[in-house]
């Protein structure tokens, strides 16, 4: 009778289970195709790592990766013992492991238990105290919390009593051997018979109610976490998918992600992996400082939004008449919300499972945008661009004036200067670097030191436009591609092959984004340059300077693009310099609040710059150096309403220039 109930049992649970894995399939197909088929050894590689190795967990938050990496594995080597004891059920004596080999495996089997008793309990103390304000205690989590604890429980419960009655070798299974003695000890034969059937059924009704509970919880993750993490996106990090403008089906009424349609597959599968874990939320620079954005929310609410009016559009009851209601709304995600990204990339950078947060956001922006719902003063930017090539509307005649003081700096299409092939470089300068006086004071610094080290470069000059990143992040992806083609048909017109790009906005652009466009460039940073120079000494920094000097890492220059190192090795190049490293630094580094546009955007108390601006404070240096325009903006910014003039704010360049001498009087 025992073999005929698991049979039923298995049949209807697994059937229930793919029923449910069935209908999130029709969810998936809902979504945009997106190949994610490429460089399948590379794939496999990285699961390896984040799946198996569980680097991002262990890495970056050690306690509940510990405890993570133990429950992981434990579910690995337990689900071997699982298939036993259901297969045996049906068909009793069945052994997955033959022979000698078993016994091994029941002592590794038992103390893994164990462990994954002991992960539970510190995953409790996590929950509670350490990450008790990132965490979601809510019921879903202590459900499969006590689901586990239950698992671990009746399986050793199972095996004690194996022992008690003599139908195992207690050498081999040490900690149920020690729960036998205490427990089962002087019991009675049908006492232990009883036990030993209580366990066991037990543990089958708890592995099969686990089984079909997951598809409705956030732990769907156990099963497409490994999927996820294969299809992430390979792509360079700092690359938006473009927008095709020129094959626009003719049903479609819109652009970017306003509908679950719109969406790629893999944005649902985020959507239904997301573990509610919050590091993206707990590395957000909006959400440390008050915004109504939290990337957790933000994928927690899409996955909410494809249950409710994906489902209802599969069954053809749509709330909105046949057609799914808008996800950026008030109902579902506010424009607040999606206004408040800085793109700092922090949340993609932070998910152990790889999801895009930060995509989704800039899809929704585009349809925001393209709805025309952007307001403010974002708008006037983007119509400044438009008309003017850069975000103040200056003449474009006058980008360059500044430089016409520096003997020896060409501009192409100016003196006689007209083959840009002639130089080994192209110093693309920036909009800030153009027109901004800070700006100009960082670009002439950078002219002066590439000169200095007899570096073959020349300018763009009025040819030059904003390469589009501003564009593109407030969603304006027809004003971004105008830009950037424009850029690219003069950059190609001139056969340039390599660009310096100290604004890591336009590094970015031009090396990750413009190769959408047929533009492929060897872009690189001042930063790394100027080190280079550095060390092939043609340029020698002389002059000491007896300063802590705090560095900050922007973001679209170290998380985007993975320049960690140069900028640190330019400034200890420097006599008598201190280097000083903040809390947050390197791939955790915190956002000066100016990327995705917000730079030219007003922002409510208290700021993001202000925020990051403390925790320089708190180390007390006499310089924050940069490597951004944006960030020696907004730090000038927050060091003014800090009122804290002590604190300077300076470009690398600037700093090494006052090393190497190298002042030039224009």
Same mark, same amino acid.
């Given at each position: ?169 207690? #050498?081999?299974?040490? &900690?149920?051997? /020690? +729960?036998?003695? %205490? =427990? $089962? ?5 049908? !006492? ?25 919880? #956030?732990?769907?993750? &156990?099963?497409? /976490? +490994?999927?996820? %993490? =294969? $299809? ?5 990090? !700092? ?428």
């Amino acid at each position: 009778m025992k073999p005929i109930i698991m049979a039923i049992l298995i049949i209807a649970a697994f059937g229930f289970f793919s029923y449910n894995v069935y209908n999130l399939f029709k969810l998936l197909r809902l979504g945009k195709y997106d190949n994610r088929f490429d460089n399948i050894g590379e794939r496999v590689r990285r699961v390896l790592i984040y799946v198996f190795g569980q680097k991002r967990l262990v890495t970056n938050y050690k306690f509940a990766g510990i405890e993570h990496f133990m429950i992981f594995w434990g579910f690995i080597i337990i689900t071997i013992g699982t298939i036993e004891i259901l297969v045996s059920g049906v068909f009793p004596g069945f052994r997955l492991i033959p022979g000698g080999a078993h016994n091994v495996y029941e002592l590794i089997l038992d103390i893994v238990q164990t462990l994954v008793v002991i992960a539970i309990i510190m995953g409790i103390i996590n929950r509670t105290t350490i990450a008790k304000r990132r965490e979601v205690n809510g019921l879903d989590a202590v459900v499969i919390l006590g689901l586990i604890f239950g698992l671990m429980v009746t399986a050793l419960g199972t095996t004690a009593t194996n022992v008690a009655m003599g139908e195992a070798e207690p #050498k081999w299974l040490p &900690v149920s051997s /020690a +729960i036998a003695g %205490v =427990f $089962f000890s002087g019991m009675s034969e049908s !006492g232990l018979r009883y036990s030993h059937e209580f366990f066991w059924w037990f543990h089958v009704l708890i592995v099969l109610g686990f089984l079909n509970y997951l598809p409705y919880s #956030k732990h769907s993750h &156990v099963f497409t /976490a +490994i999927p996820n %993490v =294969f $299809f992430q996106d390979l792509k360079p990090r !700092g690359a938006l998918k473009p927008i095709d403008f020129e094959n626009v089906p003719e049903d479609v009424d819109h652009f970017g992600a306003g509908k679950i349609q719109d969406f790629t597959w893999k944005d649902i599968l985020d959507a239904y992996t997301c573990t509610e874990c919050g590091r993206c939320t707990d590395n957000c620079p909006a959400w440390h400082t008050e915004k109504p954005l939290s990337p957790r929310e933000i994928v927690v609410k899409l996955r909410h939004y494809a249950s409710s009016e994906g489902k209802a559009l599969l069954n053809g009851n749509s709330s909105n008449g046949g057609e799914a209601a808008t996800i950026p709304g008030p109902e579902w995600i506010t424009e607040a919300e999606l206004w408040a990204c800085t793109s700092c990339n922090a949340c993609v950078e932070q998910c152990p499972l790889f999801i895009d947060q930060m995509g989704k956001i800039m899809e929704m922006r585009r349809f925001l945008t393209l709805e025309g719902r952007l307001t403010g003063t974002a708008v006037k930017t983007l119509q400044k661009l438009q008309k003017q090539g850069n975000p103040w509307g200056f003449s474009e005649g006058d980008r360059a004036k500044w430089i016409s003081g520096y003997e020896g700096v060409n501009v192409i299409g100016e003196n006689g200067v007209e083959d840009a092939s002639a130089f080994d470089y192209i110093y693309w300068m920036g909009c800030y670097g153009g027109y901004d006086p800070r700006g100009q004071k960082i670009a002439q610094s950078i002219v002066s030191l590439l000169t200095q080290a007899g570096v073959s470069f020349a300018v763009l000059g009025p040819m030059e436009s904003c390469s589009g990143d501003p564009a593109r992040r407030l969603g304006e992806e027809a004003l971004y591609q105008m830009l950037a083609t424009q850029n690219i048909e003069t950059l190609n017109g001139l056969k340039v092959k390599k660009v310096i790009a100290n604004c890591p906005h336009c590094f970015n652009t031009i090396k990750n984004e413009y190769p959408q466009f047929g533009g492929n460039y060897e872009v690189i940073n001042h930063t790394q340059l100027l080190n280079d120079l550095v060390k092939q000494g043609r340029l020698k920094p002389t002059k000491e300077i007896n300063q802590g000097v705090a560095y900050h890492d922007p973001c679209y220059l170290g998380r985007y693009n993975r320049v960690f190192d140069e900028p640190r090795e330019l400034l200890q190049s420097i006599p008598g310099l201190r280097l000083i490293e903040l809390d947050r630094r390197r791939e955790k580094s915190f956002c000066c609040g100016a990327g995705g546009g917000k730079i030219w955007m007003e922002e409510d108390a208290p700021r993001v710059n202000w925020n990051r601006f403390e925790e320089v404070e708190s180390k007390n240096p006499d310089t924050l150096a940069v490597a951004c325009y944006f960030c020696d903006t907004m730090f000038e910014d927050a060091s003014k309403h800090a009122g804290n003039d002590k604190i300077e704010i300076k470009d690398i360049s600037v700093i090494l220039r006052e090393s190497v001498e190298a002042e030039r009087k224009s």
